[in-house]
């Protein structure tokens, strides 16, 4: 039974979405041809996070995946067009099976997500992939995704960081809940940095991903204005801060530019839509946040009241939810969480040891 909070969040989330969406069109799936972006190309996964994801050992499992490279419509316009990767194990069976979405960090693709999709498609889920806005085939230059935070400072008309990927996150899960290989109850959805805080935000606005695992990605940016640690994310998005510097007249980036930036470019991202009230209602769907315990750009600190909410929000389902911070790591996902995500969505997605949630 949803909540009022819940409701009136999810509400207000989308009243913000609509507000800045361009017209309308039919949700559409294209296939398409394999893309190599030389545009946007960045470096690989580490060996030792790829290699912690759970694999099946299949000596030929590269020819035993099936692949589909689809663009997803989402809205009008060039970044409307959603580019999508998607694997699975070849198998023709008509058992509808669990399914996860990966969300990539920032200055990253998502061709960059392959290893860990192919981790999780060898083990009987449809692994999904998607490019952010600006993003792999979304952009058109290296510095597409920074000039495109720039202009929403200068326009208010996009919200490039996070909120837009959020409505592609909307509009994907109406169409994973189509699709006659996917058990529309059985829907995950993780992320790296970016990618977790993206994941956080769909699944607090988007019942159909029935679990989540955001992973280095959950902060609280009220907490971080107040508290002088606003710094690490600012400094993640420089470029941005300082043309906001700029406009405003200030020798330096100050708390007050931080709080103009966030809620010109993502509304609500320091206020009604923050942690504290975003992250209660996900329950009582299960909910795993994974960050480092050192880590500047999602300090302990602001994730103290979130957690303490979540836990009461979960009162009723404890097992459905866990935080952990990881000693001595920062901003970095680590073997460790890489095999407890996975872990997670097994116990929640797989039907063999599913909990009921």
């Known amino acids: 039974m949803e909540t009022h909070e819940a409701v009136h969040f999810r509400s207000q989330f989308l009243h913000v979405l609509l507000s800045r969406r361009s017209a309308p069109v039919p949700l559409v799936a294209e296939c398409s041809k394999p893309v190599a972006n030389p545009v946007f190309q960045s470096a690989v996964p580490s060996l030792a996070a790829t290699e912690s994801y759970p694999k099946e050992h299949m000596d030929n499992l590269k020819s035993m995946l099936k692949e589909e490279n689809i663009h997803l419509h989402t809205e009008a316009g060039e970044q409307g067009r959603l580019p999508l990767l998607i694997l699975s194990l070849k198998d023709k069976s008509v058992e509808r099976r669990p399914a996860v979405v990966f969300m990539h960090a920032s200055d990253a693709n998502k061709e960059w997500l392959r290893p860990f999709l192919e981790a999780y498609a060898s083990r009987g889920y449809v692994a999904i992939g998607l490019d952010s806005r600006f993003h792999g085939e979304r952009a058109d230059s290296k510095t597409a995704y920074r000039d495109a935070l720039i202009s929403s400072w200068k326009n208010g008309k996009t919200m ?47 019942t159909r991903y029935s679990v989540a695992v955001p992973l280095i990605g959950v902060q609280g940016f009220r907490w971080a204005i107040d508290n002088d640690a606003w710094q690490a994310r600012v400094d993640s998005l420089k470029p941005l801060f300082e043309v906001a510097r700029i406009d405003m007249g200030k020798s330096k980036i ?104």
């Open 160 to 206: 490039p960081f996070i909120f837009d990927t959020v409505w592609d996150l909307i509009k994907l899960a109406e169409y994973l809940t189509q699709r006659k290989d996917i058990d529309p109850q059985r829907i995950g959805i993780t992320g790296i940095s970016l990618g977790g805080m993206q994941a956080w935000f769909a699944a607090a606005v988007d």
């Open 254 to 357: 100050d708390k007050e530019v931080v709080e103009k930036v966030w809620d010109r470019i993502a509304p609500g991202l320091a206020s009604q839509f923050d942690a504290p009230y975003s992250v209660p209602v996900i329950a009582p769907r299960p909910l795993y946040l994974l960050n480092g315990a050192e880590d500047p750009r999602c300090p302990l600190g602001g994730l103290v009241v979130p957690v303490k909410r979540a836990k009461k929000a979960y009162k009723k389902t404890p097992a459905n939810f866990k935080f952990v911070a990881e000693d001595g790591v920062g901003h970095t996902v680590t073997s460790f969480m890489i095999k407890e995500s996975s872990d997670w969505f097994d116990k929640f997605l797989k039907k063999g040891n599913m909990t009921s949630h």
